[in-house]
């Protein structure tokens, strides 16, 4: 069985990050989407929070499953059975950057082999601190997220 870990922090998950499960899902038999417990962060949104925006984006689909992690990504992925990180590539800062944690990944765990997605043009520009920046406006956030995500904002404001 083929299973891929997508480790990150979704505060909030964005069509970046859906654009990069859409077209992974093929290519794995299970995507565990991993949150990150990272202290020294400060999040927009809680854990449960950002775990319910992916639940309900994906519920319709056997394959994901959304869980949270404390601890290095490698060591997540092994307790997983997980072969395959997955991750995405917006833009030249993203490849230095995760070329750098790739490798040194690959150190740690020869045996997980990070698996890159180049992010579909439209998306490039997403990011979840755009979006969070938005909505400390009251922007609208409609054309980047989920329907989960921005419903739930809606419903908070009333
Ligand atoms: P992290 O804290 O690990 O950066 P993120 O939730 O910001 O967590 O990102 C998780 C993964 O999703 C990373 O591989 C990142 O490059 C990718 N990603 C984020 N936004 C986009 C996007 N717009 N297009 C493609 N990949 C994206």
Redesign the pocket.
Known sequence: MKIAV??????P?????C??IARALPLFDKIIIAI?R?SD?RYMFSLEERMQFIRSTYADEPKIEVVEYEGMTVDFCHSVGASFM?????NPA?FEF?KAIAQTNRRLAPDVETVF?L??SG???????IVREILAYNGDVSELTPAAVYTYIEKEKQ
């Open positions: 997508f480790p990150g922090s979704f505060d998950i964005t069509n970046g990050h654009d990069i990150g990272n962060k997955l991750r995405g590539l917006r993203d995760e997605l992010t579909s998306y490039s520009f997403i990011s979840s601190s």
